[in-house]
């Protein structure tokens, strides 16, 4: 089976730099994935990881350590649309096919 | 605008109703899923489907149905539901369904409230 946590809820200011941190505990990792997901939308896809190593996409960064079971998700520069939950999700191989696991999520309050 | 709608956005109804969610996809994915979001609680898989074929059941009471009738849409059918079954059900889809990790795009989701 998989465990999968990450933070309830974090709050941090408007400009400043939060990290997300995911621990996981898989039997065959096949990747990460992160997902936002604001108040009754649709989670949207963030990035993917599934090499050791950090992925950057503009604001938002993604890391990886498949040896330590752990990423986060790094968010710059803060805009007050960051607000939302963030969801860690993993692949695992033995699973079938696409099938992910996701984590609780973690809110973000963006304060001005 | 993930190109995955769902409808209703929301729905109330009796334990002796019966209704359906309906989920549609504009990407040409062959893989739908039905997803159940209770509030603190992770996204549960209910059901996914590849190419019109169920190929996971996650232990789902059968009060909950669904239907692929083609691979750009996909149902779930509810009767005789219980309130415990409030919650936001999210329909995905991603290319395939197979060993490589694939992104799955969300619809909005149908918030559903059982009196």
């Known amino acids: 089976g998989q465990n999968i946590d990450q933070p309830t809820e974090m709050t941090a200011t408007e400009g400043a730099i939060v990290q997300i941190n995911c621990t996981y505990q898989t039997s065959g990792f096949n990747g990460l994935f992160w997902y936002q997901q604001h108040a009754g939308e649709a989670p949207t896809f963030l990035s993917y990881?599934?090499?050791?190593g950090l992925e950057e996409k503009g604001r938002f960064s993604s890391f990886l350590s498949r040896s330590k079971g752990y990423s986060y998700l790094l968010l710059k520069e803060l805009q007050m649309k960051d607000s939302a939950s963030y969801l860690c999700?993993?692949?695992?191989?033995?699973?079938?096919?696409?099938?992910?696991?996701f984590g609780g999520g973690t809110r973000v309050l963006v304060k001005p | 605008e993930t190109g995955v709608t769902q409808t209703p956005r929301h729905l109330v109804m009796g334990m002796t109703n019966k209704k359906s969610l309906k989920c549609e996809q504009h990407l040409g994915h062959n893989a739908m899923y039905w997803y159940k979001q209770s509030a603190k609680k992770p996204l549960e898989l209910m059901f996914v489907y590849s190419l019109e074929e169920r190929v996971e059941n996650n232990s789902v009471p059968s009060r909950f149905s669904p239907e692929c009738p083609n691979s750009s849409h996909l149902f779930l059918h509810l009767h005789t539901l219980q309130p415990e079954d409030s919650a936001l059900y999210l329909c995905?889809?991603?290319?395939?369904?197979?060993?490589?990790?694939?992104?799955?795009?969300f619809g909005p989701g149908t918030r559903l409230l059982v009196l």
């Open positions: 995905a889809s991603s290319q395939d369904w197979g060993r490589k990790a694939e992104t799955q795009y």
């Open positions: 990881n599934v090499l050791d």
């Open positions: 999700a993993v692949r695992d191989l033995r699973a079938a096919g696409n099938k992910l696991t």
